[in-house]
């Protein structure tokens, strides 16, 4: 079993930048973790995805490519989404998300994942 404990939302300004974390209880080596967002009225959909397991193994949805950056502190086994150059637009709750072993399937997919956290709340103003 995986808890997931997402922290660093709040309210920014068009242009500012926000790091959230996830901080993971239980085994999360070797498989793939994610963070998704939903806005209210959408479905849930994923903007970064990486395979524990490797650096190489990272995609990102087309919209935050360049701005955001997925990263793991192996040690503290926490997940890292660095938000940049934020726009309205990102405006969501964010989910941390990981697979309870490694799997293959397309990252984009809720679905390839077991474990969700509880959301952190991001808001961007223009």
């Known amino acids: 079993q995986v808890q997931l404990v997402e922290s660093g939302g709040g309210s920014v300004q068009a242009g500012g930048s926000l790091r959230l974390s996830c901080a993971a209880s239980g085994d999360t080596a070797n498989r793939y973790m994610a963070w998704f967002r939903q806005a209210p009225g959408n479905e849930r959909e994923g903007v970064a995805s990486l395979y524990t397991g490797n650096s190489a193994n990272i995609y990102y949805a087309d919209s935050v490519k360049g701005r955001f950056s997925i990263s793991r502190d192996n040690a503290k086994n926490t997940l890292y989404l660095q938000m940049d150059s934020l726009k309205p637009d990102d405006t969501a709750t964010y989910y941390c998300?990981?697979?309870?072993?490694?799997?293959?399937?397309?990252?984009?997919?809720?679905?390839?994942?077991?474990?969700w956290g509880q959301g952190t709340q991001v808001t961007v103003s223009s």
């Open positions: 998300a990981a697979q309870s072993s490694f799997r293959s399937g397309r990252v984009w997919d809720t679905a390839f994942y077991d474990f």
